[in-house]
């Protein structure tokens, strides 16, 4: 395990609240027996050293940040709800959110000082290493987003949706996400492209909410062999849970 002196993690908000909370102080400190797991590396090789000094590096300058406002819905009809006065449009997320009354809306990132260090990498092997690094920095961010949540607000129970993820929830859909973040790129230095991009690269939004079900947008994509799948694809559930479903239309 690399070491480093622990921080604490730094959270800001104002009283309101649906003002943003930013986490911007979260203790990195990579697990090196995992990594050599992903990455297949072997005691005693070269291979370690390299990936022991790139740690290295990447300990000393990695800053993995987050941010989540809660908002109150405040309307629903048939295929989008209407959050913070902002209209999201996805049949799937409005029937995910019937019942529910609070969301939080979510960015996680693993920092813009990585995302150049990662880049200036001229070694493929290295870059390589460089970017899993990245995308353990991220799943820290977002761990730490995710208790935050859970411990502040007593969410319990959670599932999240991020726009692109699906069909019926588009990478269009960030616009208005980042809309009701306020300025990610101020709060956590993490800025939308005209491209819908997210810069760093290795960053996450989406909505966190409660829910008794479990869900997953995995179970509604057919891609295999996806890296990143964290449920099996469910034939059946879009049928079963969204297309018939008989939603109200008012918040209660």
Same mark, same amino acid.
């Given at each position: 395990?690399?070491?480093?002196?622990?921080?604490?993690? !730094?959270?800001?908000?104002?009283?309101? =609240?649906?003002?943003?909370?930013?986490?911007?102080?979260?203790?990195?400190?990579?697990?090196?027996?995992?990594?050599?797991?992903?990455?297949?590396?072997?005691?005693?090789? /070269?291979?370690?050293?390299?990936?022991?000094?790139?740690?290295?590096?990447?300990?000393?300058?990695?800053?993995?940040?987050?941010?989540?406002?809660?908002?109150?819905?405040?309307?629903?009809?048939?295929?989008?709800?209407?959050?913070?006065?902002?209209?999201?449009?996805?049949?799937?997320?409005?029937? =995910?959110? $019937?019942?529910?009354?609070?969301?939080?809306?979510?960015?996680?990132?693993?920092? =813009?000082?990585?995302?150049?260090?990662?880049?200036?990498?001229?070694?493929?092997?290295?870059?390589?290493?460089?970017?899993?690094?990245?995308?353990?920095?991220?799943?820290?961010?977002?761990?730490?987003?995710?208790?935050?949540?859970?411990?502040?607000? %007593?969410?319990?129970?959670?599932?999240?949706?991020?726009?692109?993820?699906?069909?019926?929830?588009?990478?269009?859909?960030?616009?208005?996400?980042?809309?009701?973040?306020? =300025?990610?790129? $101020?709060?956590? %230095?993490?800025?939308?492209?005209? %491209?819908?991009?997210?810069?760093?690269?290795?960053?996450?939004?989406?909505? /966190?909410?409660?829910?008794?079900?479990?869900?997953?947008?995995?179970?509604?994509?057919?891609?295999? /062999?996806?890296?990143?799948?964290?449920?099996?694809?469910? $034939? %059946?559930?879009?049928?079963?849970?969204?297309?018939? !479903?008989?939603?109200?239309?008012?918040?209660?």
């Amino acid at each position: 395990m690399v070491s480093r002196n622990q921080v604490g993690m !730094a959270a800001r908000s104002s009283s309101s =609240n649906s003002s943003p909370v930013v986490l911007d102080d979260i203790p990195f400190e990579p697990n090196v027996h995992k990594l050599m797991q992903r990455l297949r590396i072997k005691d005693g090789t /070269r291979y370690l050293d390299r990936l022991m000094g790139l740690l290295e590096e990447a300990h000393t300058i990695a800053r993995p940040r987050a941010m989540y406002v809660p908002v109150y819905i405040d309307s629903r009809d048939e295929e989008s709800v209407v959050i913070g006065d902002v209209a999201l449009r996805s049949r799937i997320l409005r029937v =995910n959110l $019937e019942g529910v009354h609070r969301v939080f809306p979510f960015a996680v990132t693993a920092g =813009n000082e990585l995302h150049q260090w990662m880049r200036a990498q001229d070694d493929l092997l290295l870059r390589y290493y460089a970017e899993v690094i990245g995308e353990t920095a991220l799943r820290t961010a977002s761990s730490t987003a995710k208790r935050h949540v859970t411990e502040q607000h %007593g969410l319990g129970s959670s599932s999240t949706m991020s726009p692109g993820s699906l069909n019926d929830w588009p990478i269009e859909e960030q616009r208005p996400l980042f809309s009701l973040l306020g =300025n990610p790129e $101020e709060a956590i %230095g993490l800025r939308l492209t005209d %491209g819908l991009m997210m810069i760093p690269s290795q960053s996450v939004s989406g909505i /966190r909410f409660p829910t008794e079900t479990t869900f997953e947008s995995c179970q509604l994509c057919r891609r295999e /062999r996806c890296p990143s799948r964290r449920a099996p694809y469910d $034939e %059946g559930l879009y049928e079963r849970r969204y297309s018939g !479903a008989s939603l109200g239309t008012s918040v209660s």
